[in-house]
């Protein structure tokens, strides 16, 4: 009972303080994800007041967070745009993998760290957050832009990459023999497709099954799904965001409307949470020694970003402005670029890559959502007079 207390009190006091910081981030005119992060170093460990016994529990709504996140910006788009937009940008989706892998690979052998820690460092630079990135486009009110979903090809085409990755990462990492690898990858390879497969071929029976005139009733089922779904996905070695990201495609028209207003509060509430709690990962302690060199990459690779979106939606028609939103809303890194890195150092590819893969997430996390804000007007400007 006092156990249940005190998570009472700490959950809520964090719930509490990010409304405040989010009233704060309104009035002053920029995204609260910054603020949101900064609250988490505050309370994880080496912060200010550490949180004792919430933990756990605010580690569970965080991964809530990411999965409603994607599933209500899965509710947005079809099977069909979906499609189309993966076949038109696959070129984009490869240089976005060569521009953005090299720089952390590249960096990694330059330290002398390795051919492990290198094929690790390659997927913290690669990977866009798709929780930031979704967050970003829904308070920025870029949802509708023609440029969206170019950004969202590019983001799944990232997942599918990394279903083929993790398990090789995962297969270096433990020093298992090619032939497990290759298992490894073909498991995930095959799960990646049935998804896909379900959700695009049988989504009208899948929308006949969810469909209800009760909002409670709707909101149990799309939730309940898609929960199953990225349980599955992510017990196969699949992003358990791509899973909530294809139950959101596989449902469409005033079903998908009415699921999307129904969720968003508690995806709000959820997706706070996740960049708390991604704070909460991070000691501060241990990000000031790599700070520089984790700044210097960090500004490669918003070049990188930039650079990929910008040549995705130029590819696609889409006109200057759209081309720099595009770049923009690639450079936030988070969840899974901490998951890559927390698997290499679990593995002892090499010691100083957590703290400078920490620093690094942590300074696109926060920069990400405030260049859309503040300095893409700038660049869209300057664009538009090139």
Do not use: C
Not at 104 to 109: E, F, M, P, T
Not at 126 to 131: C, E, K, L, R, V
Not at 316 to 321: F, P, Q, T, V, W
Request: hydrophobic share 60%; net charge neutral.
């Amino acid at each position: 009972m006092h156990n249940t207390a005190i998570l009472f009190l700490e959950f809520g006091a964090v719930v509490l303080g990010l409304g405040i910081l989010g009233a704060l981030a309104l009035r002053v005119g920029i995204s609260p994800i910054p603020l949101y992060l900064i609250a988490g170093l505050a309370f994880g460990t080496g912060g200010i007041l550490p949180l004792a016994t919430s933990e756990e529990f605010t580690a569970t709504g965080a991964e809530l967070g990411v999965i409603l996140l994607l599933l209500t910006l899965g509710l947005e788009y079809n099977a069909d745009e979906l499609m189309t937009s993966l076949k038109g940008n696959a070129r984009a989706g490869l240089v976005d993998l060569v521009l953005n892998a090299a720089p952390g690979a590249v960096l990694a052998l330059l330290l002398g760290w390795g051919p492990v820690a290198a094929v690790a460092m390659a997927g913290v630079t690669y990977a866009t957050s798709s929780g930031i990135t979704a967050k970003v486009l829904s308070d920025l009110g870029w949802i509708g832009n023609r440029e969206t979903p170019v950004v969202l090809s590019l983001l799944v085409f990232e997942d599918l990459t990394m279903a083929v990755y993790l398990p090789v990462l995962t297969a270096m990492l433990a020093g298992l023999s090619l032939v497990a690898g290759a298992v490894t990858v073909a498991i995930a390879l095959a799960a990646v497709s049935v998804v896909l497969l379900v959700a695009l071929r049988f989504g009208r029976y899948i929308e006949a099954f969810v469909a209800s005139p009760n909002s409670e009733v709707l909101v149990l089922k799309v939730v309940g799904l898609a929960l199953l779904v990225a349980g599955l996905a992510q017990q196969l070695q699949v992003s358990a965001a791509v899973g909530a990201f294809l139950v959101g495609i596989a449902l469409s028209g005033e079903l998908a409307e009415d699921a999307q207003a129904l969720l968003a509060p508690l995806r709000d509430l959820f997706a706070a949470v996740f960049f708390v709690f991604f704070g909460l990962q991070t000691d501060p302690t241990k990000i000031l020694p790599a700070a520089g060199l984790a700044a210097g990459l960090a500004l490669v690779t918003m070049i990188t970003k930039l650079m990929t979106g910008i040549y995705a939606a130029r590819r696609a028609g889409i006109a200057r402005a759209g081309r720099v939103r595009a770049g923009i809303a690639l450079i936030p890194r988070g969840e899974f670029n901490i998951v890559i890195a927390g698997l290499a150092v679990a593995a002892g590819a090499h010691p100083d890559l957590g703290a400078l893969a920490a620093a690094y997430v942590l300074i696109l996390a926060a920069f990400g959502p405030l260049a859309a804000r503040l300095v893409q007007p700038l660049l869209v400007r300057v664009a538009s007079r090139a």
